[in-house]
Structure formats: structure tokens, C-alpha cells
């Protein structure tokens, strides 16, 4: 979830959707904080998992949570890949491979440093000293280039990528 706002600017159709916040429990305090000092109230179909994954993995978090895994399910997990584990985000890959069909997950995973340059490079940089201070590395075993992302997750199982 981070600081996403999907579920507060959601459009009329997506009211019928079941939407599950999950993030790590200081961020999403922070989230919360921030809608509550802004009065924005949760829709109705929203309700928060509170996960870290140093601790249990995405399919115990979400056993606390309104989650039903019998329904086909669309997994949002925008700039999360390389704050975490390898084996971490892979757990998460075959949480969603075990989800019903019709189930899908988009995500953004990082290149690694050295295929940068120029510009790209200077922000990466940045990043890293920028979320590095903040107690939130990112993990360089999680980045990796395109073609080894797209061998790696049909290696898992994933018919389309």
C-alpha cells in the first residue's frame, strides 16, 4: 500500500472490490496517520494488514485479514521488490500462484546498479542513500534485468508475464 491512494479516489465501479492495504506496520501507522490528520475517512471496502515480512510471510499476514484466497484476486506491489529478500519476494510470487485463476500481480522490480548510467545511475544512487539512512536498504539480490525477471518468474510457474 505505502502511500498509494487507489482506495481513497477509487472510481464507483471498484466500491464492489474488497481491497486489502497491506504494508509494513510502521508504514502503514504513518499512512494512517496522514489520512486521519487529513479527515479522510476509509471507504467501506477497505480494511488494513499490518505485515512484516521479516516476520511472516504474505499468506500468514493475511489470514488476520477480510482476505478471502477462494476469490480470483488482483495483487497491486508497486516499488516493494527491492526492499526485500530474494527468498522474500519470491514467497510473495507463489502466494499469487496459488491464488485462483483469473488471479494476476503487477509489479516493479529494480535493475541492478551497474546496468545504469547517466542520469538513471545519479538517481539510483540518491535512492539507495536516501532509503539507506531511513533504516530501509535495498537488497541487490532483488534487482536483476529484464530478461532474468521474466526467466525467473516463468521458472516459478507464471504462464504469462
Known amino acids: 500500500a505505502g502511500l498509494d491512494t487507489f482506495a481513497y479516489r477509487q472510481p464507483e465501479w471498484a466500491s464492489d472490490l474488497s481491497i486489502v492495504e497491506v504494508d509494513h506496520p510502521a508504514t502503514q ?3 494512517r496517520s496522514c489520512l486521519d490528520r487529513l479527515s479522510v475517512e476509509s471507504p467501506s ?3 488494513f494488514c499490518a505485515i512484516d515480512f521479516d516476520d511472516s510471510t504474505l499468506a500468514e499476514g493475511l489470514r488476520d485479514s477480510s482476505f478471502d484466497p477462494d ?3 488482483y495483487v497491486s506491489w508497486l516499488g516493494v521488490t527491492p526492499y526485500l529478500p530474494r527468498q522474500t519476494v519470491e514467497d510473495v ?3 499469487v500462484l496459488s491464488l485462483p485463476p483469473l488471479s494476476r500481480i503487477t509489479f516493479t522490480f529494480y535493475l541492478p546498479t551497474a546496468s545504469l548510467d547517466g542520469i538513471d545511475l545519479e538517481w ?3 535512492l539507495e542513500a536516501y532509503v ?5 536498504p535495498f537488497y541487490a539480490e532483488s534487482r536483476m534485468e529484464a530478461d ?3 526467466e525467473w518468474l516463468q521458472g516459478l510457474g507464471f504462464s504469462s508475464v
Open 29 to 31: 501507522d504513518l499512512k
Open 45 to 47: 471496502n477497505v480494511t
Open 93 to 95: 510470487f507463489k502466494f
Open 71 to 73: 476469490v480470483p484476486t
Open 124 to 126: 539510483m544512487e540518491w
Open 148 to 150: 532474468q525477471m521474466l
Open 132 to 136: 539507506s539512512e531511513r533504516g530501509e
